[in-house]
Nanobody, 119 residues
C-alpha cells in the first residue's frame, strides 16, 4: 500500500505565492508519474500539472505554477506564484506508483489540501 500526504495549503491574497508538498510513502518500487489536480464544488477535478518523462501544465497555470520532484525523498512540489481567486480549490496529489514485485503502476490520491485566494 502507498500513501500520499499533502501539505502547504492555506489562505493567501491575490498575487501571493504558495508551495504545496506531497510525500509518497509505503511499498514503493517505482514512481512513474506524480501530479497535482484541483477540484471545486462547481467543477470536476482537473489536472493542474504532472511530471513523468514529460512535464505538463494546464493552460490556466502556465507560467505561474511549477511542478518539481525529489525522487530521493519521494516528494513532489507545486510552486504556485501570482495566485488568483480562480485558483481557489482543494488540491490533490496523485501518483502512478508500482509496488515491489510488479512493474504495473496503481493510481493513488492524497487527501487534499485547501488553497484559498482572496481578492
Amino acid at each position: 500500500q502507498v500513501q500520499l500526504v499533502e501539505s502547504g495549503g492555506g489562505l493567501v491574497q491575490a498575487g501571493e505565492s504558495l508551495r504545496l508538498s506531497c510525500k509518497a510513502s509505503g511499498n514503493i518500487f517505482r514512481i512513474y508519474e506524480l501530479a497535482w489536480y484541483r477540484q471545486t464544488a462547481e467543477q470536476e477535478r482537473e489536472l493542474v500539472a504532472s511530471m513523468s518523462t514529460t512535464t505538463m501544465y494546464a493552460d490556466s497555470v502556465k507560467g505561474r505554477f511549477f511542478i518539481s520532484r525529489d525522487d530521493d525523498r519521494n516528494m513532489v512540489y507545486l510552486q504556485m506564484n501570482n495566485l488568483k481567486p480562480g485558483d481557489t480549490a482543494v488540491y490533490y496529489c496523485h501518483g502512478d506508483i508500482a509496488s515491489p514485485g510488479t512493474w504495473s503502476g496503481i493510481h493513488y490520491w492524497g487527501q487534499g489540501t485547501q488553497v484559498t485566494v482572496s481578492s
